[in-house]
């Protein structure tokens, strides 16, 4: 079972924590993008990037000193978000660690697909960026089947825990061999389920260190998840979509 996640907008650099464990796989294809950005202006780029001026400035400060082989940061350690903070490798023991490096695989607009400890260099591309490379429209055509394959030569059995902007990546190039299941973490409201953005994002990263900590292999497993006042809902899921429901307080 591969686990799949979004990367953060919020990099660090962490070059004393852990030791990276080698590159990317995907890691002339980085290259390639990190050229096209280069040669971009600050417009184009500001328009690529949807940001303010002070954003703009720091990544393209970014984009003129970065190094894709040099002075990394291990990829579990260098996104910064809610999801991220939830998760808190930082404090993973050892056992935990080498569980989310056999099992966990981040999404990324830059660079396709990353293992935990890849080493990666804070940069700015979501995957939904609309940059037109080698003949292709965005980053969707660009990447292609690239990321599936990486992810379906480890397993039969996705773990979706990202956005549907990262996961649709991955989804669209399936085949029937493969299973991916969804984890869905939302409220009841109205009669309805409802998913909230923070939310998600902190259940996510709180589902990840579960499955770390508890060593969790299997499908089976994962429904057992029950933090932050979530539990599992069966008469709502499948077999391709877990339902977990927070529960009032």
């Known amino acids: 079972m591969q686990i799949i996640i979004s990367p953060a907008k919020k990099m660090r650099t962490d070059t004393d924590s852990f030791d990276c464990q080698g590159l990317p796989v995907f890691i002339d294809q980085a290259e390639q993008l990190i050229h096209k950005l280069q040669s971009m202006t600050p417009d184009q780029l500001k328009t690529l990037w949807k940001c303010n001026d002070q954003i703009l400035q720091q990544n393209i400060?970014?984009?003129?000193?970065?190094?894709?082989?040099?002075?990394?940061?291990p990829a579990i350690l260098a996104y910064d978000g809610i999801q991220y903070q939830y998760m808190a490798p930082g404090v993973f023991t050892d056992s935990e660690l080498a569980y989310i490096q056999r099992h966990l695989r981040i999404l990324s607009g830059m660079y396709g697909i990353l293992r935990p400890f890849d080493g990666v260099s804070p940069y700015r591309l979501e995957m939904q960026a609309k940059l037109e490379i080698d003949g292709h429209k965005n980053l969707y055509e660009y990447w292609g089947s690239r990321i599936a394959e990486q992810l379906t030569a480890e397993s039969d059995c996705i773990l979706n825990l990202a956005s549907k902007e990262y996961s649709r990546c991955v989804s669209r190039h399936?085949?029937?061999?493969?299973?991916?299941?969804?984890?869905?973490?939302a409220q009841q409201s109205g009669g309805k389920l409802v998913e909230k953005g923070t939310l998600c994002k902190m259940a996510r990263g709180e589902m990840v260190r579960f499955l770390a900590e508890n060593q969790i292999e299997t499908p089976e497993g994962v429904r057992t998840f029950g933090r932050l006042g979530y539990r599992y809902l069966p008469q709502k899921s499948t077999g391709q979509t877990y339902i977990f429901i927070k529960e009032e307080n």
């Open 61 to 73: 400060r970014r984009l003129e000193q970065i190094n894709l082989r040099s002075g990394l940061t």
């Open 174 to 185: 399936l085949t029937e061999k493969t299973t991916m299941i969804t984890c869905i973490f």
